[in-house]
């Protein structure tokens, strides 16, 4: 099978040479790359055309649109028979083409997505972020568990399509503010074969602090109501949990002031909800550091995607502004 990688990149040149030297690397070889630069100030022109010796790689730069419709343009222009797309911050595992056409020669998929990790040469914080992203405490798994809650919706820091896909689905149709899951859950609805591919994996560098991941999670959380005006039905309860977590901190808050009896029980819920995530974070990267700051990550992820999807849930849900 041949591949074509396809990677939106804006204004980030350092990241798209660390991702292309770890495809240098890959032991299958039947894949090209292309590289779509999305109306970048700071351009990666130079940076990928020294890599025209090791990989078969196009560069292509056009206006900026958003990276959905950056997708569509490479899958445009792309040869193979299998579409797979990456986030320019991800490294790639070398052994990652071989697992999945390994994989779809034994159990064929219409379309596949992969969990992330964390790579040992991230920082702490880093480390912290990607458990607060993979946690059955916070996202349920959802993002590449073989536990997860729910349907399984491939994401596109790490996800793959068909060229009949393509062909029949088309592409993303919205730019932004959720438009792999939009995508996901239209390839579900057409009734292709969607499933996870749990050993194709990809380290996912994610935000570098605290304040850049809030933004980027508060942003998540109205994404999520902007897919529910394209799929209403997709809207589950298991969306509410961050808001109802941020209302949750609220009222803990609130209760210390004015309920002290209230607070009691309040504060006892939140400190086993903290030592689970404690424990288990701990039990995951064998560092008490690195845990203490996934409680950290975590009520960042909740609060900030609760805020998010409670924000837009009000204007566009119940007062009707689009």
Wanted: proline share 4%.
């Amino acid at each position: 099978m041949f591949f074509s990688i396809i990677i939106p990149l804006y204004n980030r040149p350092q990241e798209i040479k660390e991702l292309l030297e770890t495809l240098t690397l890959q032991t299958y070889k039947q894949f090209e790359v292309l590289v779509i630069e999305d109306g970048s100030v700071d351009d990666a022109a130079d940076i990928v055309k020294s890599f025209a010796d090791k990989l078969d790689v196009k560069y292509f730069a056009k206006q900026n649109e958003g990276q959905g419709f950056t997708r569509n343009f490479g899958f445009e222009r792309a040869k193979g028979d299998y579409f797979v797309v990456f986030d320019s911050d991800c490294l790639i595992p070398e052994d990652y083409l071989q697992i999945v056409n390994d994989s779809l020669a034994k159990n064929y998929l219409d379309a596949y997505g992969g969990p992330d990790d964390s790579h040992p040469s991230f920082t702490p914080i880093q480390k912290a972020i990607s458990y607060a992203m993979t946690s059955p405490f916070t996202t349920g798994g959802t993002r590449g568990s073989k536990k997860a809650i729910g349907q399984f919706h491939p994401r596109s820091f790490n996800m793959g399509i068909s060229r009949q896909v393509w062909e029949k689905a088309g592409g993303f149709i919205i730019t932004r503010l959720g438009e792999d899951i939009e995508y996901s859950i239209r390839i579900h609805s057409l009734g292709f074969k969607i499933g996870l591919i749990p050993e194709a994996k990809v380290y996912h560098k994610r935000r570098t602090n605290f304040v850049k991941f809030y933004k980027q999670l508060h942003f998540f959380g109205r994404a999520r109501i902007n897919v529910y005006k394209f799929f209403p039905k997709g809207l589950k309860l298991v969306h509410f949990f961050p808001a109802a977590f941020t209302l949750f901190v609220i009222f803990t808050v609130i209760s210390n002031i004015f309920l002290w009896p209230i607070a009691q029980l309040c504060n006892f819920t939140a400190a086993v909800y903290v030592l689970l995530i404690f424990f288990h974070a701990w039990s995951k990267n064998k560092s008490a550091k690195i845990a203490f700051l996934s409680i950290i990550a975590s009520f960042t992820l909740l609060i900030a995607y609760g805020l998010g999807f409670m924000q837009d849930f009000g204007k566009r849900v119940i007062l009707k502004i689009s």
